[in-house]
């Protein structure tokens, strides 16, 4: 059984989960886009579903709040070391059917791809997840390709249409406050996209030894690192630490989990001033087969859900899908031709 609401009424939902859990969607930010006085969708706490967009994607996506850019992770003075705060409150997330299918592979990164993370898993154990039905699909998404289109595991799913929500809550606490709030109850399956404009088709013979074709080239002249496209990524998780220290002694400070990119030009940095792949088409190179091939071995799914948003952020117009779908085909033809 669904849940039929107004606008009003799911407000009032927001605010009877208001007392354990802040809300989180995508919502515009005016003026602060990539360009001066534009827009941009990203996630923030709403409290009025009037301002979650729902006839567009967002320019970056959820794992912000699971994985902050920037998070704290102790503080430390020459006698003593404490643990820093988390949020005191949990967190319901709105996101894409796409965005869901990521949080497995955040998952499978912090949860069981070696020791579980505690700081990960501290937030995520308070997390709940609503899926925001998509009834078309947006420019350069490929989720139909990658088996991403369709989500069953979620907490609640929502459809928007002319002014009213229709949800699904298998949760039994969400469902308390929509029951309470509800204007009607209907049938509700989340809607989902069965085709999408943009195809991808990672070939079947994709090896490692692809890394030795010429394609890479083409992107030294192209890129200019900047990383954005692992920024907006869903399932880009790559940080490093950074100790700060408020002292001229040392002795007194905090250390920092900080989000990095196989982009930047400090991610391969080592003692003595090394640096490996500096080329931008050994980056572009790394992060592609990372996410049609190497991540797959280990875990046996894509690591790329096909949100399109690196396509849609990059500056120099440089697309994932042509790379999939044109570039290493046209690889491993060179590469077994060589005899490599």
Avoid at 145 to 172: I, L, R, W
Avoid at 182 to 196: M, P, Q
Avoid at 270 to 295: I, P, S
Avoid at 302 to 310: D, E, S
Wanted: hydrophobic residues 35%; negative net charge; aromatic residues 12%.
């Amino acid at each position: 059984m669904g849940y039929q609401l107004s606008r009003r009424a799911l407000a009032d939902a927001f605010k009877s989960w208001s007392g354990t859990y802040d809300v989180y969607a995508p919502t515009v930010f005016a003026g602060t886009g990539r360009f001066s006085e534009t827009d941009v969708i990203r996630y923030g706490k709403v409290t009025d579903p009037a301002d979650i967009v729902w006839d567009a994607r967002s320019d970056y996506s959820f794992k912000e709040i699971l994985i902050p850019v920037c998070q704290v992770l102790f503080y430390f003075t020459e006698h003593s070391v404490q643990e820093s705060e988390f949020p005191k409150k949990g967190a319901i997330i709105f996101l894409r059917s796409c965005d869901l299918h990521a949080v497995k592979r955040l998952d499978y990164m912090f949860l069981q791809n070696g020791p579980e993370d505690y700081y990960y898993k501290t937030l995520r154990d308070k997390v709940k997840f609503v899926v925001m039905g998509c009834d078309h699909t947006f420019d350069g998404c490929f989720c139909v390709s990658m088996g991403t289109n369709v989500s069953t595991n979620y907490d609640a799913a929502v459809n928007f249409k002319d002014g009213m929500y229709y949800v699904d809550c298998p949760d039994e606490i969400l469902a308390a406050a929509l029951k309470n709030h509800a204007e009607g109850t209907c049938d509700v399956t989340a809607d989902h996209v069965e085709k999408d404009d943009v195809e991808v088709h990672i070939p079947d013979n994709l090896t490692s030894a692809i890394a030795k074709s010429s394609i890479w080239d083409e992107y030294d002249k192209r890129c200019i690192k900047c990383g954005r496209c692992t920024l907006a990524c869903p399932t880009c998780t790559c940080w490093s630490m950074q100790d700060i220290f408020y002292t001229e002694n040392g002795k007194a400070g905090e250390r920092r989990r900080v989000q990095t990119s196989c982009m930047f030009d400090d991610y391969t940095l080592v003692a003595g001033g090394g640096c490996f792949r500096q080329k931008a088409g050994e980056r572009m190179r790394f992060k592609v087969l990372h996410k049609v091939l190497d991540f797959k071995k280990r875990a046996g799914f894509q690591m790329c859900v096909g949100c399109g948003r690196c396509d849609a952020i990059c500056p120099e117009y440089i697309s994932l899908t042509h790379c999939i779908n044109e570039k290493l085909p046209q690889g491993m033809k060179e590469v077994l031709e060589n005899g490599q």
